[in-house]
């Protein structure tokens, strides 16, 4: 009998290894048929035949060359690719083919995968937060948790966009790669509870921020793929765009006339190989370079492009192009801090689809199911695994064997049951502590040092404790102790639990869980909403050309004072369809034809 058991499993361990398989090699056939105009960096000639503008030398010249092929890039680029041509260059691979992009069983596994081609690129604060960055055609898309929703209207008042464009840009994104969740039992029981704790009224599915608890949209869907940025490049025209992957761009080239403002010209990257390539744009004053790099990317490559702070590009020997002492400031993240939720069976896996969006300025979220196989427990702790980044972005002369044996024993010290259950996260909206980016090096491939100041200013702090008191009410709620079948658990030995799961690198005191203000700093965690670094006034003018240059642009959350919404990828999205039907209609009026 347990043989015949076995080769059961084995036989339907290798069937669902073949449907993988079969998926991989069918979506790799796909997006080739279905995106004819991505290629690798190393096919580029700046002299090959193209329909594209081209100077007296057969030079191919872009009238738009977009760095980052993420969130904001890829609705960027199939906007101005409607009227003009449009090279977009993507530091990454295609998310495609790559299971751990696609399926939502693998979130964890891509967060996890800290190889030099993984779709993220783990980097960790000098606050000592564990953090990761996009490295793939779709960006922030591919990695994250798939959540969706519009951002609060007082954002959309402050940043001063068209109220008009911006409702006609978020459904272009939605109708295309967003979708209506299946609840999962665990954000079922999670909606109920926060409505049984005072965060109300129930808002049902929507997409718009909206006081009270609601299920927003997701870009899986049901069948648990992911759809992402990439995809909304099927809205280009392909005649007049051409993207490039593992094309990593080392620094934007300028024209310095004496007495007159630095001049985009083209870019400087390197192609999979190593390899250096120049790409220019055409003649045409409105011609543009536009970073699109995220807010870690752009102003890094500001920086190594010769703009930014006059000190910082000398200690490098940056050969200085505009001095702005303001790139790279105003950096901020998002705090998040988690509280497991122990049960004794194994939940169904689920993301975020269901937010508690409280007047005390935190919003509630949770997640659930990530410990369904016995390896889990020397593997990975889920969404806020102490894998994910853990000890393999800690340079190896820092992990002393101290280090590591107290990491082992934390986690051997997790009751099992920690797996079997999930989490509720807390995260502060508009946190008023900031920090900033500074250049390490001259390696674009290299992360810069990155400083948010979690809770740096008491206001914050604040809003974190109410927070956690928020979250253990609803999991001590009677609709929660329902669900999980678990007698209600102490604050005490809740926090106690998280404390343990070593999600950071931040030393833990002795009084975390007696005091929440200690517990808050002690396991603050990111859920990858930083922004700042290129700040409008600051850095870029209202409508986001960077100042004291001509012909350069910046698309992309890094010149956002505050995250939209809860959760910003719907915004970054819509951010990058409002901005190019914006220089479309600027530029050719009605004939823009978008």
């Known amino acids: 009998m347990a043989a015949f058991v076995g080769a059961v499993k084995l036989f339907i361990s290798l069937v669902l290894w073949l449907n993988t398989l079969s998926s991989i090699q069918g979506a790799r ?253 055409t003649n045409n004053r409105r011609s543009e370079v536009i970073l699109s790099c995220g807010a870690i990317g752009t102003p890094q490559l500001l920086m190594l492009s010769g703009i930014g702070p006059k000190a910082e590009l000398q200690r490098l020997n940056i050969s200085m192009v505009l001095h702005n002492e303001f790139v790279g400031k105003g950096m901020a993240d998002n705090p998040m801090n988690s509280v497991f939720v122990p049960m004794t069976r194994s939940v169904e896996q689920s993301l975020i689809q269901t937010v508690g969006i409280t007047k005390m300025g935190v919003y509630v979220e949770a997640s659930s199911g990530f410990g369904q196989s016995q390896d889990s427990i020397y593997c990975h702790h889920g969404l806020l695994s102490a894998e994910i980044g853990q000890l393999s972005t800690v340079p190896p002369k820092q992990r002393t064997r101290q280090a590591i044996e107290e990491f082992i024993k934390r986690k051997r010290d997790l009751p099992r049951e920690a797996f079997k259950g999930g989490f509720i996260l807390e995260k502060i909206a508009m946190p008023l502590s900031t920090g900033h980016l500074n250049l390490i090096n001259t390696n674009i491939d290299n992360n810069p040092s990155v400083t948010f100041n979690y809770f740096g200013h008491p206001r914050d702090l604040r809003r974190c404790v109410n927070g956690i008191r928020m979250a253990a009410k609803v ?46 700093k002690d396991t603050v965690i990111t859920i990858w909403h930083y922004h700042g670094g290129c700040l409008v006034g600051k850095v870029v003018d209202p409508n986001h050309k960077v100042l004291g240059t001509r012909r350069l642009r910046i698309v992309d959350g890094s010149t956002f004072s505050e995250s939209p919404g809860t959760n910003p990828q719907g915004t970054v999205l819509m951010m990058g369809r409002y901005m190019g039907v914006k220089i479309l209609g600027r530029r050719l009026g009605k004939a823009a034809g978008v």
């Open 29 to 281: 056939d796909f997006y080739e048929f279905r995106y004819p105009f991505i290629k690798r960096a190393s096919s580029f000639s700046s002299s090959s035949s193209s329909s594209f503008s081209s100077s007296s030398n057969d030079e191919v010249r872009y009238d738009y060359i977009i760095v980052g092929g993420g969130t904001a890039g890829c609705p960027l680029a199939a906007t101005l690719s409607q009227n003009f041509s449009v090279l977009m260059l993507e530091r990454g691979g295609v998310p495609f083919s790559n299971a751990n992009v696609s399926f939502l069983r693998n979130f964890h596994i891509a967060l996890a995968d800290t190889s030099p081609t993984s779709a993220s690129q783990p980097f960790v604060s000098t606050d000592g937060v564990i953090n990761a960055r996009a490295r793939v055609l779709g960006g922030g898309t591919c990695i994250n948790a798939g959540f969706y929703t519009r951002a609060n209207s007082d954002f959309l008042r402050r940043v001063g966009w068209d109220a008009r464009l911006v409702n006609e840009s978020y459904p272009w994104v939605e109708k295309q790669i967003v979708h209506q969740p299946k609840l999962a039992p665990w954000q079922d029981a999670f909606k109920d509870s926060l409505l049984d704790v005072g965060v109300s009224p129930y808002n049902g599915f929507t997409y718009d921020h909206i006081y009270g608890t609601k299920v927003g949209g997701t870009i899986f869907d049901r069948f648990g793929r992911r759809h992402t940025a990439a995809e909304l490049l099927a809205s280009a025209n392909p005649k007049m765009l051409t993207v490039l992957v593992y094309a990593t761009v080392q620094k934007v080239l300028f024209d310095k006339s004496a007495g007159k403002r630095p001049k985009a010209m083209g870019v400087m990257f390197k192609d999979e190989n190593g390899n250096q390539h120049q790409a220019f744009l």
């Open 475 to 520: 999991i001590q709620s009677d609709r929660f102790t329902n669900f999980t079948k678990c007698d209600k658990p102490t604050v005490e030995k809740l926090l106690n639990m998280s404390v343990k799961a070593n999600i950071n690198l931040i030393p833990k005191h002795t009084n975390d869980t007696k005091s929440l203000e200690q517990f808050c």
